[in-house]
C-alpha cells in the first residue's frame, strides 16, 4: 500500500531531520498527495498492463502530399500557418529542464557548443532560427524556456552573458518547471545531504502545468498567441516555427499536433501513434508488443512505423485545461544513477541505477486531445539530437547532420560545395530551406555572418 510507505517514510525524515531545520522545512512542504499517486502508479506492482485494450497505427500526413486534393491543403495550410505567424498568434517554447546525465556536459544542454564551424551553442542556434524567421515575418515571436530549479539560474545568466542573442529580454521568458523526491526501488525517499532531499525535475510532462503557473500562457494570451510551437532543447535542427504545420494544425481544429517520423526499423527506440478511436496516444517503445510492431502493410512499409521525434503544437486554450489540476499525467519511472547519503551518513556514488525518479510526459496530453493530427517530418531535414557526446544521437552524428543539411540546402539553390568541405549556415539570415531558395546567392561572400565554409 502506498499509503505504508508514505507514513514509514514520513516517521524516518522526522527522525532524520531532527538536527536539520531545513531538511524539516523540505519534508514539510512535500506533497505527499502527489508523491502518493507516484508511488501507485511507479512502485507498487502493477496487475495488468496498461496498453489500451484496442488501437491501431495512428494515421498522419505525409511529408509532401501524395494527391492533388492534399496538394490544395498543403498550399491552404502553408499559406494559413504564415498568416497566423505574421498576426503573432504563435510563440515558440523549449523544454530544456533536463538533467542530460548522458551527455555529461557540466552547464545546461542548451549551452553546449554545438554548430560544427562556429560552435555555437543550442540556444544561439534557435535564438538566431526564430530571429531570422521574426523577420521574415516581421514579428516579434516570443520565447519561452522552461528549465528546471537546477538550471534555472546558469541558463538566465548565459543568455544575460550573450545579451539575449538579440531577441529583447522582454521577448524571452524563463521559468522552472516542478520537481519530484527520488526514492530508493522501495520507495523511501533519498537524501542529498544532511539537509535536503534528492530531487529532481518531474518530467517534461511538467512543462504544461509550469506554463501556468509560470504566468507564461497568461502572457501569451496578453500577446494574443494562440498556438505553442514546443521542442526539446537537445535537437539543433528543428523547425521552430514551421508554417505548414502550424497551419495545418489549426485548419484541423486540433488541440495538439505531433510530427512523426518513419521508423528505421520495427524496434527503433521512439514512441509510437496509435489511435485509439478518434484519440492519439503514444505507445513506448518498450511496450509496443512484438507482434505489433513487426506487423506489416500490404505494400511491406511496417504498420506501426510514425515514431515520435517530440515535436509538437500545443493550442493555448488547450494547456489552459490544466489549469484547475483536475486533468493529469499519469507519472512514469525512470530507473537513474542518483548520488545521496544513507541514514548513517555514508556517501553512496552508484555505478548502476540505484533510484526511481518520478516523470511525467508531454505526450501523455495526446490522448485528451481534440483532433490531434500528425504530420510526418523528414529526419534528415529536422531531427538529429545531441543525447550523447559519441555514438548514435551524439554531438559528432548531429554535427554531420548539420554540416549534410547545410550542403543539401545549398546544393538545391543551385550552390556547388565540394564533398570535402565543412559548411556551416547562420540560422539568422537563413532560418529556412525557404529562405535560401528566395536568397540572391550570386554573391555569396563566403565565411561572412551568413556562410561559413572550411576545406579539408
Ligand atoms: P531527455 O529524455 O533526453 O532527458 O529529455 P535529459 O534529462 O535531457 O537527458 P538524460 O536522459 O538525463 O540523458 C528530453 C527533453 O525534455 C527536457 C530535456 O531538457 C530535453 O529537452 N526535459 C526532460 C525537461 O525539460 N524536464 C525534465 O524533467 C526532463
Redo the contacts with the bound molecule.
Sequence with gaps: MAMDIIEKNKTRMAHLSENSAELSKQVDSLDWDELTSALNECILPKEETSLPAEYGPASYFPLAPETAEQKILYDKAFRHGEFLIRNGKTAAFT?????????GYDGP?GTLPVSPIKKKPLFQLFAEQIHGLSKVYEVTIPWYI?C?PLNLEATTSHFEEKNYYGLGKENLKFFA?GVMPATDFEGNLLRASQDSLALS????G??LKALIDSGSVADMAKRGVDHISYF???NPLVSTINPLFIGLHDLQQSDMSSRSLTKTGPFEKLGNFVSIGDRVTIIEYSDLPEEKALEKEHDGRIKYRAGSP?IHILRRDFIEQFASGKIKLPYHRAEKKVTHIDDSGNLINPAQPNAVKF?TFVFDALPLAKNPLILEADRLEEFSPV?NMTGVDSLESSQFDQIKRAKRWLSNANIKIPESSTIELCPLSYPSELTILNADLNHIDWNTDQIYITQK
Design positions: 523544454v530544456a529542464g533536463g538533467q542530460g546525465t548522458r551527455l544542454k522552461m528546471s518547471q525535475p518531474n518530467g517534461h511538467g512543462s526539446q532543447v537537445d517530440a516523470e543525447k
